[in-house]
């Protein structure tokens, strides 16, 4: 297991899968392959796979951890009351894992249990004190609690640790802003896109931040954006989806906001796909030359089985020609090539974005990583 723990810990999911593919062939009830490939589901939101994986596993030993993963599949279902109880198991043992506190945070403050939240949270940062994500939750459980300077410690610290997460950089400068800092904000803003460059979330908040009071324009549908996002990240999907579609019907319309509107489609419990699907298509009409709807229902078809791999590909292949210089539309389009068995075509389009990348560029590792993993296919 020590080797796949290291592969799933570097990112490198199609190497784990190959290694724990392979071990089940030669033992069908490997718990370890069992385990890594219920992780793997778990990353691709493939959360009943990862179920059926876990329930082969049947010793004494591995059950906490296979609790630890079942509470992750009920939380990226939305069941936050199952989540709870599997996380309540663990934090009874005598050392619960930091996971568990952490998972546990996330079900309550889904339940609107807004201080029981926050301590768990409390619980999962001292245990590790370097996990940004941890401090994220922490730090939005505080912001709910109206104690705005701990929130920010929190934002701030998470910061420090990944100075990638652009949730944090957009959560700091709406307490800021809440607060008369609007400049500081702004800051936090700017260096948040220069970390995160695609983030449509730190665009559209910079935007918003430097929209003159006294001027209409594009003022409601920011408003509406920032506003659902807070729905969203508060565990409230359904209201944040009645908001987005009452307001397209009334003529607050943006490219942002239709995105919005297919991530609370995905939010809801059960996700409704068909909704999904919709928004992204709605998107793609409403902005024919912006690469990103192109990407995002891609890469939704390519979750859902290899009938729509045709179609997103082709979604896929026309984000890359509207944005060719940027990375990530190269990357999706070689895991969709993988996908669909075109290994020729994947491994030349991994070398050329490889080759163009800088090597402290965010996704050099990543892209090396996989130009690897092809080379040995």
Known sequence: MHVLRQLLEEGRLHEVRESAAHQLAQNPEDEEALLALAKVALVDDRADQAEQLLSRVKSEDAQGEVTLLRAAAAIQRKDFSRAREHYQVLIRQPTPPAEAWHGLGIALLAQGKTVEAREAHEHAVALKPKQSGFRFELGLALAMEKRPRAAVHQFVQGLRLDAQDARAYWALAQLLTQHGKARLARGILEAGLKQVPPSQLLREALR?????SGEVGAAPEVALFHQASMLLNRKRGREALTLLREGWEQGTRSLPLKLLEAEACEDLQPPDMPGVFRAYEEAIVFAPDHWEPYT???????KEGHRHEPRAIELLETARRLEPAMPETSLNLVLAYVKAQR??????????VVQGLAPEHPLHAQATSLLDALRKI
């Open 208 to 212: 918003a931040s430097q929209e003159p």
């Open 296 to 302: 995002r229902l891609g890469v939704s078809l390519l």
């Open 343 to 352: 290994i020729p075509e994947a491994l030349a389009l991994a070398q050329q």
